[in-house]
């Protein structure tokens, strides 16, 4: 491999490899997978002057160390956490300029879940289907990071960054998802979207990349039988046999069997990309009953 | 015949309902050559499904709702497509049981699966993994009550009314009657998917070994 890479110091809980996702295979089983929350990966790509879909490091809570072998520049957007290069405190998202051989460690997220290290010509593994994300239902894509790894680097472009500071997200003390009603809303009780939107959740520590699960008041069924499978979309409130719902995530399965009572706008599951376990979860239902 | 009913999931989505797995087969159908001869509103997912196709990524799913009760749809027999052909040893740990949910012999059975005329009704569950349709209803059987941790790569396998081939290794609880080296997911192809939905399938019987 070319002297454009790093090695991984440090794998963390979690990191991943993603981009902005697997588009239009859905029909063959494929899930979209992707950045988490898209707009810090996006984000993180500007800073850096890399076009928005190029592939970044994604971590998951207590963030990674990498040594790239060349200078490059990175950025660390997302979940806003320390930031040091060979030890040394260095900007939360802004571009930091890395010289040859020097250890880039995202550290523990201060709030928030995922953190995204982008570099300067992006993460290069092999794309698969157009994308070079992780997706962790399916298996494809480049595998989870290991502690030793070396992953290849792009070439960077000519061009500036467009930006050259991002402010911190805010502090949400409740994480609040609108919900579409609909497709399958009438498999459920008449009260079941009074119930989803007054009840006090909370997110579940089973949630992953598939789905951010719950804890709260389940939601329950007014028909028996089973639905015929059906295609998923991103953001799907499902409704499993114990009533609590799960909202699909980037690596949903694309076609599932539990009606799906509503449907979370995809600007706000950034949000739910970030809300640690514990986090009290609200529902607040839009547009038509 | 009914019309389709729609009903929209999300801002950007549109969920097509039949009542027929031949009606889904021909929207579906229906909707690749409208895409094709680009008089479909762009949009990022196709996804057919047991009695549905989700249109996903689509501008205005209203206005898509309503161009879609105006379409004439033929039927399903006029999407004529080659046969993809799967070679497979009927050596399955099931293949007794099912026989026996049949009430057939093994040999029947083998008879019967492999004189049967299969079309992908869908795709799900894992990549390249097919939903089979083409076994009459008397066919149909449960899942296994207990589901095996791992599944060989190559296992066909049924379970309600659909026949099923494991891309690769996975948990299953379907019933597996035979096996094959058709390579059902290759990523470098194009498609990645050995059976795409709409495909027609029959299965060729091998010796075991």
């Known amino acids: ?289 | 015949m009914s019309g389709p009913r729609t009903l929209p999931v999300g801002e950007h989505a549109l969920l097509v309902e039949l009542d027929s797995a031949e009606a889904t087969g021909a929207l579906h159908a229906e909707l690749l050559r409208r895409r094709a001869t680009g008089t479909l509103p762009p949009l990022r997912e196709i996804v057919p499904a047991a009695r549905t196709v989700l249109l996903d990524g689509v501008a205005d799913p209203a206005a898509l709702a309503a161009q879609l009760t105006t379409w004439h749809i033929p039927p399903l027999e006029a999407d004529v497509r080659e046969t993809v052909e799967i070679p497979v040893r009927y050596d399955g740990p099931d293949l007794a049981d099912v026989a026996a949910l049949w009430q057939v012999s093994e040999q029947e059975a083998v008879r019967v699966h492999s004189a049967a005329e299969f079309r992908v009704a869908f795709c799900g569950f894992a990549p390249g993994f097919a939903y089979l349709t083409g076994l009459g209803e008397r066919y149909a059987v449960p899942r296994r009550a207990t589901p095996r941790t791992a599944v060989p790569a190559g296992s066909v396998a049924l379970a309600g009314p659909y026949t099923g081939v494991y891309p690769r290794s996975s948990p299953g609880g379907w019933q597996l009657i035979g096996s094959t080296d058709a390579a059902l997911w290759d990523p470098h192809r194009e498609p990645a998917a050995l059976l795409t939905p709409g495909t027609r399938v029959r299965f060729v019987p091998r010796v075991a070994r």
């Not at chain 1, 997220?109 to 982008?118: D, E």
């Not at chain 1, 939601?219 to 409130?237: C, D, F």
């Not at chain 1, 539990?258 to 979370?264: E, N, Q, S």
Request: charged share 20%; aromatic share 4%.
């Open chain 1, 1 to 289: 491999m070319s002297d454009r890479a790093l090695s991984v110091v440090r794998a963390g809980a979690l990191t991943l490899v993603q981009d902005e996702g697997r588009h239009g295979h859905a029909h063959l089983g494929v899930p979209r997978s992707g950045a988490l929350d898209l707009p810090a990966a996006r984000l993180a790509n500007r800073l850096v002057g890399n076009a928005v879909g190029a592939a970044v490091l994604e971590t998951t809570l207590n963030g990674c160390a990498v040594r790239p072998r060349r200078a490059v520049t990175v950025a660390v957007t997302g979940a806003p956490c320390p930031v040091t290069l060979d030890g040394r405190p260095v900007a939360w998202g802004a571009p930091v300029r890395v010289p040859p051989g020097a250890v880039v460690e995202v550290g523990a997220a201060t709030r928030g879940v995922r953190s995204y290290l982008a570099f300067a010509g992006g993460v290069a593994v092999e794309p698969v289907l157009g994308s070079r994300s992780t997706d962790l239902l399916s298996g494809l894509g480049p595998p989870l990071l290991r502690d030793g790894a070396v992953l290849p680097l792009g070439r960077p472009a000519d061009t500036c960054p467009r930006v050259d500071e991002a402010p911190a997200p805010g502090v949400p003390e409740e994480l609040v998802l609108r919900v579409r009603p609909g497709p399958r809303a009438d498999w459920f009780t008449a009260d079941a979207l009074a119930v989803l939107a007054g009840g006090r959740y909370r997110v579940s520590s089973a949630s992953n990349r598939i789905g951010l699960r719950t804890e709260g008041p389940a939601l329950r069924r007014a028909r028996k039988g089973e639905l015929p499978s059906e295609g998923m979309v991103l953001g799907a409130v499902q409704v499993p046999p114990d009533g609590r719902p799960v909202i699909f995530l980037a690596d949903h399965p694309t076609t599932g069997g539990y009606p799906v009572i509503g449907v979370v706008p995809e600007p706000d599951l950034a949000a739910a990309a970030q809300a640690a376990p514990g986090t009290p979860l609200r529902f607040a239902p839009v547009g038509r009953p």
